[in-house]
């Protein structure tokens, strides 16, 4: 059956960025992918003509589609807006909307970039972590939150860590079924000697990992995944953690690798529906200038074919041919150095679409 792709560029380098990513999508399609593309408007650009980052016929088109491919949203024209128009409301709705609540962040160090890491090449040459983390619970919307004044005419801030059994239940699951995919080891991150949420979430992880036997399940707390992370890296394959310590431990385990221009995500629904983009921003700085890193875009394009799309074999040949540019020598100028040929933005899709 033919899978449909919501293609929502957004703005900044978004458009240039996803145009190279349709590109491998398009080549794709000529062996055999059964897809068919449509455009639609998020974030600033959206704004503009709708008065609205999220415009309902995006949503409509979002929630009908297989699969939506991203490429970022925000700019300096946009950020005196009222905040619920921001164009970063786009991208928030579309995740509450359909209920993206499983983000996954790999972090891959491709070993022709090793030298990009601010770590020694040995600690990171071949990295290949995916951070599972949960998206729509735990602090950052718990209830009750605020700043109250107390009796005393002081003034004091609050937040609730808050996760239900389903929540870990099924964000485990998520983690579970990727760890399936890969090398089957999970650590889930925690803080259970301090916070009795996530004792929860160790026993919950311990029920889920029952159903799946061929996977190793260990736990740390967050403090230690931290260290971990700069100092043996490799140790890790899958790690799933909350809400709030995702959102730390993946920049982090992201910046392992040195360049922001290099790495996919994904943000998955309980059906396998997800939303597919790079990491990084809408880099108004070298918009429209041909030379913004397409290949997180393209990697992310792989992530679909793997996760949403159930094509993992097609997913491989683009991460195959992106090997392979890097390999020929290739580089955007973001990870441009002495010896390499530099490409711009096209010129870098071009020759992905070639190497496939
Ligand atoms: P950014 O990620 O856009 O840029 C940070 C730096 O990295 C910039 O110097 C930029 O030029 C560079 N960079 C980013 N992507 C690159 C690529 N593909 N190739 C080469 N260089 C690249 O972050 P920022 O500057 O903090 O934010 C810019 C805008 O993007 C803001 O409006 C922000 O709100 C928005 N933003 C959007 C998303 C998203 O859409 N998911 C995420 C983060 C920031």
Redesign the pocket.
Known sequence: MTKKIAVLA?D??GPE?VAEAVKVLERLRGDGLDIELEDGLVGGAAYDVHGTPLPTETLDLAKASDAILLG????YQWESLDISVR??KG?LGLRAELELFSNLRPAILYKQLADASTLKPEVVAGLDIMIVRELTGGIYFGQPRGVRTLENGERQGFNTLVYSESEIERIGRSAFDIAMKRGKRICSVDKANVLECTELWREVMECVAKDYPEVELSHMYVDNAAMQLVRAPKQFDVMVTTNMFGDILSDCAAMLTGS??MLPSASLNAGGKGMY??I???????AGQDI??PL?TILSVAMMLRYSLDEAAMAERIEQAVEKVLDQGLR???IYSDGMQKVGTSEMGDAVVTAL
């Open positions: 957004g900044g380098i960025i970022a949203v925000g700019g164009p970063e991208l922001i221009g983009e790079p990084h921003g809408s880099a108004p700085d070298i913004a890193n997180a955007t100028a973001d």
